[in-house]
């Protein structure tokens, strides 16, 4: 089963540096998060998960569990227009 969805990756600064162990948030390995453990590995750094279910993932972010949360799905623009808590 393939779909097609909106996803970003949102990290804290300096966090996807290659060599560094990064936390992500992930409902189970072979989820929605895989493009994102996927894309944090070509990037050189060292993927994490973080078990957190989807609803969980950015509170988790937001009390620095997590170091980067893959935020997909079509109300993505939604969430990206309001802040988040812990980002930038």
Known sequence: ???IVPGVLVARPGALLPGHAVRIA???LTGPELPALLGVDLLGATA???PA???AALAAFSGDAVDVVFL???LVTERLGAPIDGCC
């Open 53 to 55: 279910a989807r609803q």
């Open 1 to 3: 089963m393939a779909a």
């Open 26 to 28: 992930c409902s189970n």
């Open 48 to 50: 994490r998960p973080v």
């Open 72 to 74: 997909h799905g079509h």
